[in-house]
DNA sequence: GGATATACGCTACGAGGCGTAGCGAAAGCT
DNA sequence: AGCTTTCGCTACGCCTCGTAGCGTATATCC
């Protein structure tokens, strides 16, 4: 839970008035509130100061752009996708591919996720942020699934380096796949496509194991 | 061919001097350029105009705002994917998929598609702007695919209603993951990625099937 | 305690982009 | 011709960015 928070080095040096919690906190949470009011391209740095009840500068200190702000505001809301253990692979999907786009329903989430991964296009310092503090934690969704696949004997086990590339892989569709639904072609994650994507899925793994096999 | 550059509406009535067709392709281009250079945050209409050798008020009697002039700037860079055909499904969607990759790597391309994808999410106008001039035209791929497919008998004849959910839950997944991929996780869309890919795409569209059947 | 070092709030500022208004001239059409 | 629309140009008000400078507050170290 220790919210690693890696912006502007707060100076390793202990002397001097250490920088607020508080502040922290409340920067963070005007950020996503102005996120839903203004979305990403109206939201100004002036304004976010000003609903945290705190100087201008005082943003400036911490995050170096609207950027690397708005990336730690949303990098929490990723923290809260779970993996339940439904009782099946299939369900377990299903159920993490809904929760994401509940994820992605919210105005703060979608405004924002897409807009940092433009400007990280141009921007390594951002695109290694984003992918410290939002993706990479979220493989763990991943890893963990199959995991649990593996103890029911729904999946074979692979060893360490097929393992991870297909992790990748999953990820990279499932992800993808609900991004685009959502955001591009802006139809609904509903249950008839979270069951027909999940069928899809893991048709596809057996599919991988059987290429493998043969 | 006919692009349909649905700009602010250049009066359907017909009298008095035209727009300069040359100021249009030289603004469109100037675009993509300043793209290149730029990028999407740091693209100004200044700043197209003096490349394009035009006034800053003739962007702005055309489009809007930058969005709008930026997915037609890029939209024609969608129209050179083609999905030719290869012998098999695999090799056509493996094709494909490279093609799109390509497509994704070029700089003008990766700024702006998430950028207006961004933006679109808080402006209607502007998806549906997105969805004519870029994404709903690329479907033909996948229908096209899909077609072959049949005609070699690789994939089943499905009813009208589902055949359209099928090919817009492909659709999504085929470039969702290439995006993410790509742009997201920046992982290269590699000969050994693509061919994993499309063998976990084919072998679930036989598990689409197999589940219709029983 | 005092010295030091840093954070904070505040004000002010220059730089630069946005989008518009108003002008005279150019280029079509009837 | 006369009408209509576009074009290039200049100028403008508004806003945001990001920084500098100041006095004050709050920590640690001696």
Redesign the pocket.
Known sequence: MVSRMCRTT??S????????AE??AAILEATRTALVDLGWS????????LR???????????W???SELVVDAVAVLFDELEISDRGSLAADVEGVVRQFAELLDRPEARTALMAVVAESTRDPALRTRIRRSIVDRQKRLVLLGRQRAQARGELPVEDAATASRTADLIFDVVAGAVVHRSLVSAEPVDTDWSRSFTLLLLGGLRGLDADRIA
């Open positions: 707060p100076r040096g202990r002397t001097g008035r250490p920088r607020s502040a922290d109206k939201l100004t740095m002036s304004d976010v100061a945290a009840g705190v100087a201008k500068t005082t943003l400036y200190r911490r170096a752009n609207k």
